[in-house]
């Protein structure tokens, strides 16, 4: 099962997840046109997409998706904010089989209707994917992980040094995204002893730091890869 982010900050989000057989996209969070062009499979191929909350960078195309034919998953908070009519409701702990993959939505926590991350398995070869962006924490556990897909989106640190940044904005950060030390302490709660890959998501210009995030998971989470996923 393969993972390809083709966008990932606040400027938009989209993740192509694949079986080689079955392929689903993670978030609409780009215009139809920038999503053709970085992708590297048709649209028209997508078996399905898979949207985690109603903001733009998340679910900017979502509906052009539906209109093209590509069904659209989310939460029904999510389908209301964006007055989505042609959306397929899943709940949370609800799964869902597309082709060879098995999708599982959870709970997240976000400044949105009703936020959701997925685990995603293949049948085939049963590597699981714990994919969650745009959420201050997390609270479920998975076994058998073989990828991690996660919010890590800024240091304490460094977003308190901004100081043209208003403490309202900060305080909304601090409430609605995921710190490094925060997605540091939830990972060492899972089982990784089958993790090859840790792909670090939504990454801020501003108050995160790509050297410095990349050497300290390295050094917390040795033998394993980790992978930042640029804008």
């Known amino acids: 099962m393969t993972f390809i982010s083709l966008a990932s900050s606040s400027k938009g989000n989209a993740y192509l997840v694949s079986s080689g057989s079955t392929t689903i996209l993670l978030e609409a969070g780009l215009s139809m046109k920038e999503l053709r062009r970085r992708s590297p499979v048709q649209i028209s191929s997508l078996n399905a997409v898979f949207i985690t909350h109603e903001h733009m960078d998340h679910a900017k ?43 599982t939505a959870f709970d997240t926590y976000h400044n949105t209707a009703q936020p959701f991350g997925y685990a995603i398995e293949d049948a085939n070869t ?11 924490n997390l609270n479920v556990r998975w076994s058998g992980l073989t990828q991690v897909a996660i919010e890590c989106n800024y240091a304490d640190e460094l977003l308190g040094r901004l100081s043209r940044l208003p403490d309202k904005v900060k305080e909304r950060i601090r409430r609605s995204h995921m710190e490094i030390e925060t997605a540091i302490k939830y990972l060492h709660k899972l089982d990784l002893r089958n993790v090859r890959t840790i792909y670090l998501l939504h990454m801020s210009s501003s108050s995160g730091d790509a050297g410095r995030f990349l050497d300290r998971f390295e050094r917390e989470f040795p033998g394993i890869n980790i992978h930042i996923c640029a804008e």
């Open 126 to 136: 049963k590597e699981r994917l714990l994919f969650a962006v745009d959420t201050v």
């Open 61 to 103: 195309c979502a509906k052009k998706l539906c209109d093209v034919g590509v069904p659209a998953y989310m939460s029904e908070g999510t389908a209301i904010a964006l007055d989505l009519e042609d959306a397929n409701i899943i709940d949370s702990h609800e799964s869902v089989e597309i082709g060879t993959l098995k999708i």
